[in-house]
């Protein structure tokens, strides 16, 4: 890249993070958000949560600011992901599909926020993301939602577990018959795995033997626990991840994020790790 092409990307960038800055600019518990203070960081997001269900115009302008950043693609990882975070807690129903659009985000922290949120949201959103598989936004976009769909075990609503279960059956086929490049089929084995579906291990054990030749860690993994979960028990962790991701904003209230212990305990290392979020 030649100097003044550097010049111009480098300007094109600081307009990007300043457009984001300046959507949030108007509200002082906003500019936090872009903070490396922790005690800043802390203060801001929980005064937003608390806004956030009483105050359309504020949900408004948050959907907004995550909406701008996703689209242009500025260099606001963290506050970006605050974002995310703020409008799960807030139980925004409003920011579902900004949250979705989210999941295809090149950064990982915001794609783990942006599934978190639509985890504390919970049914209305997840039946969005339902929704989104079916209208295909793409195989990128079908692996984040069977990751995700395999975590919603957490949410103990059986009914939307049935609905869950019955909907990756039926996709079932649809991802088998998808060319390798394009399917989604390893993440969707995965799920029911972690959603302890043992009616689907005939057909994850013929997958991994003619289409892996009986090798694939993760495919095996599945199988794995759901041979162990005689139960048929949805995987529920002992931490929740708002907590384990973030719980120090709320580190008085920490109690509203644990989760009870009920369902199948699987080896170290089969939940999907993520960094907490910090400034510093």
């Known amino acids: 890249m030649s100097e003044p092409e550097e010049a111009l990307y480098e300007r094109e960038q600081r307009e990007d993070t300043e457009s984001l800055r300046e959507r949030c600019s108007g509200d002082e518990d906003l500019l936090p958000l872009f903070s490396e203070d922790d005690d800043a960081i802390r203060s801001a997001v929980r005064r937003l949560v608390a806004r956030v269900p009483q105050d359309a115009a504020l949900e408004s302008e948050l959907i907004d600011a995550l909406d701008v950043s996703l689209n242009e693609e ?23 599909d900004v949250l979705l659009r989210a999941l295809l985000s090149p950064d990982e922290q915001v794609q783990d ?34 990751r995700l769909l395999g975590e919603t075990g957490i949410l103990k609503d059986e009914l939307l577990h049935r609905r869950v279960v019955q909907f990756l059956e ?16 390893e993440e969707l084995a995965v799920a029911f795995g972690r959603l302890g579906h043992r009616r689907q291990l005939p057909q994850i054990k013929e997958l991994l033997a003619r289409a892996y030749r009986g090798s694939h860690f993760a495919i095996e993994d599945a199988i794995a626990c759901l041979e162990e979960n005689e139960h048929g028990s949805p995987f529920v962790p002992t931490i929740a991840p708002w907590e384990d991701r973030y719980g120090w904003i709320f580190e008085d209230e920490a109690s509203d994020a644990q989760v009870d212990p009920t369902g199948l305990e699987l080896p170290d290392g089969f939940l999907p790790p993520g960094d907490s979020l910090r400034g510093s």
């Open 74 to 96: 500025c260099d606001e990882t963290q506050a970006t992901a605050w974002l995310a975070v703020i409008l799960g807690e807030a139980r925004s129903r409003s920011a579902a």
């Open 113 to 146: 926020a942006a599934g978190i949120a639509i985890l504390r949201i919970g049914t209305p959103a997840v039946a969005r993301l339902l929704e989104w598989v079916d209208e295909d936004h793409g195989a990128e976009f079908n692996r984040q939602a069977y």
């Open 170 to 185: 039926e996709r079932w086929p649809i991802e088998r018959r998808a060319a390798r490049e394009v399917s989604a089929i």
